[in-house]
């Protein structure tokens, strides 16, 4: 795609539209469900759909990783997932939040070994323990 990186993102639809429409416009690789026909999908159809592509996931809703289907789809495609804190919430924030830390999200997954999880936070980035797709520490 645009940017080069080789890494393309799926945001999901509890993220602003207007925001990967606007990182598109500057040239990064940045996909909506809306853009895929994925908009009111079940959350382990846009992970599929996502983990055949080998796209990485962006998404406000953590719940995915207290859902057996859906965890088991990140294990089983092998992919590399971003999400936000509770408490980023709102086109702004969420905005805001992004740009803060793109440079940074396009370098952890275009490097780190995959299955991967990470937390999103205002100021940082952290690892969500892979204990959590049901592999060892």
């Keep these: 795609m645009a940017d080069g990186s080789g890494v393309v993102f799926l945001f999901d639809e509890n993220t602003p539209w207007r925001l990967v429409r606007s990182l ?37 809703d953590r ?43 396009k370098r952890l997954a275009g490097t780190l070994e995959r299955p991967y999880l990470h937390l999103i936070r205002e100021t940082t980035i952290s690892p969500i323990r892979r204990k959590r797709l049901g592999n060892e520490p």
């Design 63 to 105: 719940q995915i990783l207290h859902k057996p289907l859906e965890r088991a789809v990140l294990k089983e495609m092998n992919m590399g997932a971003f999400f936000f804190n509770d408490t980023i919430r709102g086109l702004c924030k969420i905005s805001r939040t992004v740009y803060r830390h793109w440079p940074e999200m």
């Design 24 to 60: 598109r416009e500057l040239g990064q690789d940045a996909v909506h469900v809306n853009d895929v026909d994925l908009r009111g999908a079940p959350d382990q159809d846009v992970l599929r759909y996502a983990g055949e592509r080998e796209w990485v996931v962006v998404g406000s």
